[in-house]
């Protein structure tokens, strides 16, 4: 494995367990035993962390340590804030060629969102429901083509799941399954106006449902 992809290994890796509060806010960051656990030298886990740091999941206290980015309420209000803009600006713009190629993939959505477990209120479940809906979004702004637009939502979408992992069982995931299934339906149809709608009122209810959380 080069440098480069130990890099990308270390960077993909401490921002999947800082999501998933596995690294929780404010815990260091042990870059020995993360390389030892990739399997890596440390410089690599060390470059990831300058990556990190630049977006936002890291602080860098000089001569010290490295620790979790604390969360803090405003912070929570900004990320769905710029998530509500760009997200439904994406969905609004999707064009009808966009839509009819992955008509597939949406399908599929639909099929996996219909059967979703939701009954079942174990952490486990829970924590796979929170990995299906962050892949939920993603998919569905991928559809857009411009990679610019869609990378800065996705890491918009990264940061407000944090708060959700944060709160465990505080999501309705019957509300959630209900909403993504309006958006797909709106998808499906060709209304990508219905579509935006419903995704700026599921954004709403999940930015309120996490400040009710804090």
Same mark, same amino acid.
């Given at each position: &494995? ?7 290994? *270390?960077?993909?890796? &401490? =921002? ?6 596995? &690294? ?10 993360? *390389? ?5 030298? =440390?410089?690599?886990? #060390?470059?990831? $962390? ?18 979790? @980015? ?12 710029? #998530? ?7 969905l ?6 966009? $839509?009819e ?5 949406? $399908? ?15 952490r486990?479940?829970?924590?796979? /429901?929170? =990995? @299906?809906?962050? !892949? /939920? ?14 990378? /800065? +939502? ?6 407000? !799941? #944090?708060?959700?992992? &944060?709160? $465990? ?8 399954? %209900? %909403?993504?299934?309006?958006?797909l339906? @709106? ?5 990508? *106006?219905?579509? *935006?709608?419903? +995704?700026? =009122? ?13």
């Amino acid at each position: &494995m080069d440098r480069y992809d130990s890099k990308l290994l *270390a960077l993909n890796y &401490m =921002k999947e367990q800082i999501i998933t509060c596995a &690294m929780p806010p404010g815990s260091s960051i042990q870059i020995p035993e993360i *390389a030892e656990t990739l399997g890596i030298s =440390k410089t690599p886990v #060390r470059e990831a $962390l300058l990556e990190l740091q630049h977006e936002g999941y890291v602080t860098v206290i000089p001569r010290k340590r490295t620790i979790v @980015a604390k969360i803090s309420l405003q912070d929570l209000k900004d990320i769905y804030d710029a #998530r509500s803009l760009v997200e439904i600006h994406i969905l609004s713009h999707l064009s009808s060629g966009e $839509l009819e190629s992955n008509r597939e993939t949406l $399908l599929h959505l639909k099929e996996q969102w219909q059967d979703i477990e939701i009954e079942d209120q174990s952490r486990e479940t829970y924590m796979a /429901f929170l =990995k @299906a809906d962050l !892949q /939920f979004h993603r998919t569905i702004i991928q559809f857009f083509r411009n990679p610019h637009l869609v990378h /800065f +939502c996705e890491e918009l979408i990264c940061k407000s !799941q #944090r708060f959700w992992y &944060m709160a $465990l069982f505080n999501n309705r995931m019957d509300v959630v399954r %209900e %909403e993504h299934l309006q958006i797909l339906d @709106a998808l499906l149809s060709g209304d990508t *106006a219905a579509a *935006a709608a419903y +995704c700026e =009122k599921h954004i709403s209810i999940s930015k309120a449902l996490s400040i009710l959380s804090e």
